[in-house]
């Protein structure tokens, strides 16, 4: 009596996790996301050779390099914004799952301003703590305002709120005034872009960067309503002519706004045109934000073209994209851990400056022991309860 029960209780065990897997996913998500983790990666690996970070000892300056760096940071960051309103929208409009202001502010809580403490501690206690100059009200705004790459989380935390409101307004037209509902869908987005345009700072907990990014998590949002209501939720019409519009416009502007802001160009011996000197800051921020908005849909439009074309129709992704999209957290987190204590507290860049061959394989060597060493602790930590509160 017993044998048969225990198999009954393992077939509804099979019959649970076949349902997890089976669970549906944005299969365009599962691919953008890992993606621009690993970009935002490959960016910092190179960002002593752009200017981000201070040059190690001895290192000589690579244009190969800086220009690699300039090409995929333009979109990168903003592009984990993008993700989180499209899927937020997704999860709104077509799931329904929709919580209270209160319900819907503790869940962010938990998934962003946690670990963002519970990491930024450990972050500055490896790589910041100074005991003869420690100052409790300075190391609690560092770790608050969300130390070293960690300030993405608060900043994202309040971009989700904001949403959570213009989701709630949109819902309303939509049940009760449903022509108001595009023409307000559309003015918020003209809206925020302008917004996008300024520059603030000073403000505390991730503030500062809200009116910059704010913009590029509701296009995410606003896209997927789009193409929902079109009836074409993985994207573009078939046509491969609007991604490499988008492409030729992203490099178009890049340049653009590399000359604007560099009198001479790594590789290049001709100087910034005299049309484009002098230009003003709101010039600037208006290249930058060309090319990130055409970086992002040239990216996303890709994908749902290759998908459209390629993937087999109602398909799901498979294991290993899965599997990806399940690291993305934790590989964010714990890259920078790695980095750039490899890069300033290691001899590692002084042997590699030793010979021209060693300058150019370090930052993939960096590259490598990084993304590996964060993919590691981050599948150890998803071994653990606690771990998969913090970023499972």
């Known amino acids: 009596m017993i044998l048969p029960i225990r198999v009954l209780f393992r077939v509804f065990e099979f019959f649970l996790y076949l349902c997890k897997v089976k669970k549906k996913l944005l299969f365009e998500i599962s691919i953008i996301r890992p993606l621009i983790i690993f970009l935002l990666v490959v960016y910092h690996s190179l960002c002593v050779f752009t200017g981000g970070w201070a040059v190690p000892q001895g290192v000589s300056p690579n244009a190969a390099y800086w220009w690699m760096g300039h090409l995929i940071s333009g979109f990168r960051i903003e592009t984990i914004a993008f993700v989180g309103g499209y899927v937020f929208c997704y999860q709104c409009f077509e799931l329904g799952k929709r919580n209270g202001f209160f319900g819907f502010l503790w869940k962010k809580f938990k998934r962003l301003i946690i670990p963002c403490f519970v990491f930024g501690i450990v972050y500055y206690l490896l790589f910041r703590f100074n005991p003869n100059k420690f100052n409790w009200q300075v190391a609690f705004w560092r770790v608050a305002n969300g130390i070293e790459h960690l300030w993405f989380l608060p900043m994202l935390f309040w971009c989700f709120l904001v949403c959570w409101l213009i989701d709630r307004l949109l819902q309303w037209l939509h049940a009760r005034h449903d022509a108001w509902f595009m023409p307000v869908g559309w003015f918020l987005l003209a809206g925020l872009a302008a917004v996008s345009l300024l520059r603030v700072s000073g403000l505390k907990l991730g503030l500062s960067r809200v009116p910059y990014f704010l913009f590029y998590f509701y296009l995410g949002y606003w896209l997927r309503i789009l193409l ?120 590692f860049p002084a042997w590699c400056a030793a010979c021209r061959v060693g300058e150019w394989l370090m930052p993939w060597v960096v590259l490598s022991v990084t993304l590996g060493l964060s993919i590691l602790v981050t599948w150890l930590m998803l071994k653990t309860r606690f771990g998969r509160f913090l970023i499972g």
């Open 228 to 347: 929902k209501r079109n009836a074409k939720e993985d994207g573009s019409a078939g046509s491969p002519l609007l991604f490499i519009l988008l492409w030729v416009l992203y490099f178009l502007f890049l340049m653009l706004h590399l000359q604007a802001t560099h009198l001479i160009l790594p590789g290049f011996s001709f100087q910034c045109p005299h049309w484009l000197r002098g230009c003003s800051q709101l010039t600037l921020h208006l290249f930058a934000f060309a090319h990130t908005a055409c970086g992002i849909l040239a990216l996303y439009f890709t994908v749902s073209y290759w998908l459209r074309r390629y993937r087999e129709p109602n398909s799901q992704p498979g294991p290993f994209l899965r599997q990806c999209s399940r690291l993305c957290y934790g590989v964010y987190v714990f890259h920078m851990f790695f980095m750039k204590p490899f890069y300033y507290n290691t001899p």
